[in-house]
């Protein structure tokens, strides 16, 4: 419980600034979080930087690549709606291509569709034709018309300062495109067709910045939300740590203040058996009081020692020891709350009543095993019904099994949760600690415990302790 500062060399002024997003002005308290929050709040950080770079280094090339295609496919039906039928299998030259009825219809190509550029090339590369009189008869060097020659269609898109007539901006966005001219493999020509592509690109490039603000807005606020989220879940965290904080004081006051009185009960005790008349029974009666009052004050120092255990520093001390008589301890200093409710206890070894003379010797410290049997016993007694039976089943062998058994079952809310600190259910003043500290007083003393429980057979909590006879034994527990 105790309050961790988070100025350690180790943090970065990023990392405090984080955690100042999340905590607020308790920046300097470390709670615990919900990791399914913590995923969502790194997939929307991923996101926020993910998706903006996905829609620009992916999405838009694709769509970009779609829009060439789209140019490529309308060149080559524009293409071989230009060339007259009567040529369309013949090598292209100056000559077929001199027709009145060509050039008007390379004209209305380039009216009709607002091409930048025409051209007609021969199987060499020579211009036979082009918008741009001050190219025919040139030759054509661009790389792409390698490719061309070899019957593979080409559109690249790229930049072209535009012509003094258009009323254009002089830097235009352009598809450049190649149509070869095929006859059963031979390259017969190839058409070049020029679009002006500025209008779509700049549409696209919208779609791309808007897509690209929405995504990222998206992440962001998704961000915000988990980060809200982790903060709320931050300060409920703190107030159940301050909530926790604050029962153990008064749980450190409570047991300070009720030692008092049972120090005065003891001291009562001493006054009647030293300077008053008793008689025998009067001295018995005045002996179990002592017992049960020095059972409440071991009580109260033990609840010191359960803080200990969950820290790790307790200091077990076993002994090899008779576990009989704790037993019945137990079972006698119970055996008053049993009666008002009308259930009865019975102790057996081995399957056996407990007889006078039995011994079982065990490998413990005797006041943590009374605790976990009285815990165990007691939470037994609460959940019986009047007329039931708590059974404490004593098994010996090469271990020591504590079985304590009732007829009612554990309610389904709390089977899994059995033995974790606060489980319980149907008790008013339940606080959820017995099985939880005898789970802990079990494991400090190298044992084991487990619940079995069903409507048909009941509820038994089995302990299983290190025997105290044998070498092993023995030397186990010295150790």
């Given at each position: 419980m105790a309050e961790s500062g988070f100025n350690a060399p180790t943090d970065t002024p990023l990392l405090r600034g984080l955690r100042w997003l999340i905590y607020g002005r308790r920046a300097d308290v470390r709670v615990r979080h919900s990791y399914p929050l913590l995923g969502i709040l790194v997939l929307a950080v991923i996101s926020a930087v993910a998706l903006p770079l996905l829609n620009t280094l992916v999405i838009y090339p694709a769509y970009t690549e779609i829009m060439v295609g789209t140019f490529e496919n309308t060149a080559s039906r524009l293409a071989a709606h230009t060339i007259p039928p009567s040529i369309r299998n013949t090598a292209l030259t100056p000559a077929v291509l001199d027709t009145p009825r060509f050039l008007a219809d390379v004209y209305r190509l380039e009216s009709s569709f607002g091409l930048i550029k025409v051209a007609v090339l021969s199987p060499e590369g020579c211009v036979l034709y082009s918008t741009n009189p001050g190219e025919i008869g040139g030759q054509t060097v661009d790389s792409a018309f390698e490719r061309v020659a070899q019957g593979h269609p080409q559109a690249d898109l790229g930049t072209l300062?535009?012509?003094?007539?258009?009323?254009?901006?002089p830097i235009i966005d352009v598809v450049d495109a190649y149509v070869p001219l095929m006859q059963k493999g031979v390259f017969l020509g190839a058409f070049r067709i020029v679009f002006d592509v500025t209008?779509?690109?700049?549409?696209?490039?919208?779609?791309?910045?808007?897509?690209?603000?929405?995504?990222?807005?998206?992440?962001?606020?998704?961000?915000?939300?988990?980060?809200?989220?982790?903060?709320?879940?931050?300060?409920r965290e703190y107030a159940r740590q301050q909530a926790d904080a604050l029962r153990l004081d008064v749980e450190h006051i409570t047991r300070h203040d009720i030692k008092t009185p049972l120090l005065g009960a003891l001291n009562g005790i001493n006054y009647l058996e030293n300077f008053t008349a008793v008689d025998a029974e009067q001295r018995d009666m005045l002996e179990e009081m002592r017992q049960?009052?020095?059972?409440?004050?071991?009580?109260?120092?033990?609840?010191?020692?359960?803080?200990?255990?969950?820290?790790?520093?307790?200091?077990?001390?076993?002994?090899?020891?008779?576990i009989l008589p704790t037993c019945r301890r137990v079972a006698d200093d119970l055996s008053g709350m049993a009666k008002v409710r009308g259930v009865d206890v019975t102790v057996s070894l081995d399957g056996a009543p407990l007889k006078t003379g039995d011994a079982l010797e065990a490998c413990m410290e005797g006041s943590l095993c009374y605790a976990v049997l009285a815990n165990l016993v007691k939470n037994a007694i609460e959940a019986s019904d009047m007329g039931d039976s708590v059974e404490v089943r004593i098994g010996?062998?090469?271990?020591?099994?504590?079985?304590?058994?009732?007829?009612?079952?554990?309610?389904?809310?709390?089977?899994?949760?059995?033995?974790?600190?606060?489980?319980?259910?149907?008790k008013r003043t339940g606080t959820g600690l017995g099985t939880y500290s005898a789970k802990l007083m079990v494991q400090v003393m190298g044992g084991r415990i487990a619940m079995e429980t069903s409507e048909k057979d009941g509820t038994t909590v089995t302990v299983t302790l290190p025997s105290g006879t044998g070498q092993t034994g023995r030397e186990s527990c010295r150790s």
């Open positions: 300062r535009s012509l003094p007539a258009r009323r254009t901006a209008g779509p690109k700049n549409k696209l490039e919208r779609f791309n910045t808007y897509a690209t603000a929405v995504t990222f807005i998206i992440s962001f606020c998704l961000l915000c939300i988990v980060l809200i989220l982790l903060r709320m879940e931050a300060s049960s009052l020095n059972t409440g004050l071991d009580l109260i120092n033990r609840s010191l020692d359960l803080y200990k255990m969950e820290t790790g520093n307790y200091e077990y001390a076993p002994v090899v020891m008779d010996s062998g090469e271990e020591v099994a504590l079985a304590v058994h009732n007829r009612a079952a554990v309610p389904e809310s709390v089977r899994d949760v059995f033995f974790q600190k606060y489980a319980t259910a149907g």
